[in-house]
């Protein structure tokens, strides 16, 4: 097919890059142009001045930015793609944004015959890179078939939850558990250090039982490194949270941990770690740890 990828951050450069790979023939927009440049440097395809102009001719137009307000801006700006959509073309955000914002696309793209997905995804800078992210999808069943195979260039699964603005809600719910897991992965840590035990080990051994996980397997030992420089930034996390916790105080849901990990990454950001990975909630526990 004949796409577009708007946004090549740590995400959308090798998702884009999956897509030239698998024979697509891409055009990428990045607000940044030496981004552009250098993914042109590493995969094949074209570049656009304007997320318009890397619309125009495409079948399939994906999308990965930073949040709502860049999204309404490189979608339904004077330059946006919808202005260089043709009718029948579809749009795949992968941005992770509000539900309210997905449907106010949705419902436009329907007014002018576009087709649209909201697809938040998770898996991290290393499941863009290795083409194995999960793709939470919201949006019609004819569009999502005709999406779907393209969508698996990069995802290692990828399902239909519900009409638009469902993905968003599945991604809220995925790093609404996140937060809890990875404040209990670090006080686990933390408490294994002041309990004078080999903390490698005891990780070694605990990962194959009840409480393993993807961030226990990946990020025990870095964290006991001190070492945070890995996937997904605390800044960003706190974006994703405030989200979640905005659609629960709008539908009623009492999220009391997710608020608590919430503040607890505020801490993180006061103590200069914006930009360091969300395991690096150990380090507040580890603030006044005497090695």
């Given at each position: 097919m004949k796409v577009a990828f708007v946004g090549l951050g740590v995400m959308?450069?090798?998702?884009?890059?999956?897509?030239?790979?698998?024979?697509?023939?891409?055009?990428?927009?990045?607000?940044?142009?030496?981004?552009a440049e250098k993914w042109l440097e590493t995969y094949p395809g074209s570049r656009a001045d304007t997320p318009q102009a890397a619309a125009q001719g495409a079948e399939i137009v994906f999308t990965c930015v930073g949040n709502d307000a860049d999204l309404r801006e490189v979608v339904t700006g004077e330059q946006g793609v919808f202005a260089g959509l043709a009718?029948?073309?579809?749009?795949?955000?992968?941005?992770?944004?509000?539900?309210?914002?997905?449907?106010?696309?949705?419902?436009?793209?329907?007014?002018?015959?576009?087709?649209?997905?909201?697809?938040?995804?998770?898996?991290?800078?290393?499941?863009?890179?290795?083409?194995?992210?999960?793709?939470?999808?919201?949006?019609?069943?004819?569009?999502?078939?005709?999406?779907?195979?393209?969508?698996?260039?990069?995802?290692?699964?990828?399902?239909?939850?519900?009409?638009?603005?469902?993905?968003?809600?599945?991604?809220?719910?995925?790093q609404i558990c996140i937060a809890g897991l990875v404040q209990g992965l670090s006080e686990g840590v933390h408490f294994a250090q002041q309990a004078g035990l080999d903390?490698?080990?005891?990780?070694?051994?605990?990962?194959?039982?009840?409480?393993?996980?993807?961030?226990m397997v990946n990020r025990h030992q870095?964290?006991?490194?001190?070492?945070?420089?890995?996937?997904?930034?605390?800044?960003?996390?706190?974006?994703?949270?405030?989200?979640?916790?905005?659609?629960a105080r709008n539908n009623g849901a009492q999220l009391p941990v997710t608020g608590l990990v919430d503040q607890f990454y505020a801490d993180v950001q006061g103590m200069g770690g914006n930009r360091w990975d969300t395991s690096s909630l150990v380090k507040r526990l580890n603030r006044n740890r005497q090695s």
């Open positions: 959308g450069f090798p998702m884009a890059g999956h897509l030239a790979r698998a024979g697509h023939e891409v055009c990428v927009y990045n607000r940044t142009e030496a981004r009718a029948g073309a579809i749009l795949v955000d992968h941005t992770t944004a509000s539900a309210d914002v997905a449907r106010e696309l949705d419902a436009i793209a329907a007014e002018r015959g576009f087709g649209f997905l909201d697809a938040p995804v998770s898996g991290g800078q290393a499941g863009a890179e290795n083409g194995v992210l999960s793709v939470m999808v919201g949006g019609s069943d004819a569009v999502f078939a005709i999406a779907e195979p393209v969508i698996d260039c990069f995802a290692k699964s990828s399902k239909l939850l519900g009409p638009a603005g469902s993905g968003q809600l599945a991604k809220m719910v995925n903390v490698a080990a005891v990780f070694d051994v605990i990962q194959h039982g009840a409480a393993g996980s993807w961030q870095t964290m006991i490194d001190d070492e945070f420089d890995f996937g997904f930034a605390v800044d960003w996390m706190r974006k994703d949270l405030d989200i979640a916790l905005s659609e």
